[in-house]
């Protein structure tokens, strides 16, 4: 099986940086991703990690340690627009690959 | 492309009736997710399939709840016959995995069972 945690809710003022912790255990570890829904809408891709180290892309980077089984997600200069859920999701392999995710972190920016 | 289509958009049904689910993926992705979202429970992984074959279905409740996948353009999950417990959003996905790690999601489902 596998299983996921992330901190269940998050506030940050805006303009300021925040880091949303993932943790992971699962068989066939693949990669990790990060997804952002917005309340009433669908989730959507941000960012994919398959070896350690950290993908930066914009105001969004993304880190993996494969060793440590744990990722999190930076996001500077919040902005309110920023206020959603963020899931992670970890990619097993073998073959065909399966994608599961986490209980979602809900970040709150408050001006 | 228009992206993943799921219809209906909302369903409000009674218990005990049938509801039938559909998805049409991305064209060419060749890999097919079903997601049950819910407060309590998260982003449920139901059932996946990559072309057009069943793979794991491991997370499919119980028998009430069915999946197919008749071509490469179309699915439908099923439930019969509902029960309140299975409120809650429908998502369905589709991936090219293995060449683009982006999972695309329809807009999802809102299932109300009365």
């Known amino acids: 099986g596998q299983s996921l945690e992330q901190p269940s809710e998050v506030t940050a003022v805006e303009g300021a940086i925040v880091q949303i912790n993932c943790t992971y255990q699962?068989?066939?570890?693949?990669?990790l991703s990060w997804y952002q829904q917005h309340d009433g809408g669908a989730p959507t891709f941000l960012s994919y990690?398959?070896?350690?180290g950290l993908e930066e892309t914009g105001r969004f980077s993304s880190f993996l340690s494969r060793s440590d089984s744990y990722g999190y997600l930076l996001l500077q200069e919040l902005q309110m627009k920023d206020s959603a859920s963020y899931f992670c999701?970890?990619?097993?392999?073998?073959?065909?690959?399966?994608?599961?995710f986490g209980t979602g972190t809900k970040l709150q920016v408050i001006p | 492309d228009a992206g993943v289509i799921q219809s209906p958009r909302h369903e409000v049904t009674e218990m005990g009736q049938e509801v039938t689910l559909r998805c049409k993926p991305i064209?060419?992705?060749?890999?097919l997710f079903w997601y049950r979202q819910t407060m309590m429970r998260g982003l449920e992984l139901l059932i996946y399939f990559n072309n057009n074959v069943p793979i794991d279905d491991s997370g499919m409740p119980e028998d009430r709840f069915s999946a197919k996948m008749p071509n490469a353009s179309f699915s439908t999950l099923k439930i019969q016959p509902s029960e309140p417990r299975d409120s809650a959003v429908y998502f369905c996905?589709?991936?090219?995995?293995?060449?683009?790690?982006?999972?695309?999601f329809g807009s999802g489902t809102q299932l109300s069972v009365l």
């Open positions: 699962t068989s066939g570890f693949y990669g």
């Open positions: 996905a589709s991936s090219l995995l293995g060449r683009d790690e982006k999972l695309f």
């Open positions: 064209s060419g992705h060749d890999y």
């Open positions: 990690n398959a070896l350690d």
């Open positions: 999701a970890v990619s097993q392999g073998g073959g065909y690959q399966k994608v599961t």
